[in-house]
């Protein structure tokens, strides 16, 4: 039994930065690529980031590269999102989310596994 556990939403300011954290447990953790999703009331679950297995590849959707990372502790079984530069249209329920291979996608489909999301809500 796989299980995502997220934290690190919250209330910021337009500018400000959060951290998310994603702990996965129940399956190794190593050998499987690993994404952020978000998403707003009313519309579709849209891609954020994803990292391969090992850290060496990363992808991100373009309206937040130059402003977010993705980065990975495999030690850790975490994955992490650093969000700086933050804008009220970041405003959504971010996932974390387990792919069924080692290598990073963007389709929601293709993920085997999702967390609980939390709340991001940027203030203008």
């Known amino acids: 039994q796989v299980q995502l556990v997220e934290s690190g939403g919250g209330l910021v300011q337009a500018g400000g930065s959060l951290r998310l954290s994603c702990t996965v447990s129940g399956r190794s953790f190593s050998s499987i690529a690993m994404g952020w999703f978000r998403q707003a009331p009313g519309k579709e679950r849209e891609f954020i980031a994803a990292?391969?297995?090992?850290?060496?590849?990363?992808h991100y959707t373009d309206s937040v590269k130059g402003r977010f990372t993705i980065s990975r502790d495999n030690a850790k079984n975490t994955v992490y999102l650093q969000m700086n530069s933050l804008d009220p249209e970041d405003t959504a329920v971010y996932y974390c989310a387990q792919a069924s291979s080692s290598f990073a996608t963007i389709a929601p489909g293709t993920y085997n596994y999702w967390g609980q999301g939390t709340q991001v809500t940027v203030s203008s």
């Open positions: 990292i391969s297995w090992n850290g060496g590849r990363t």
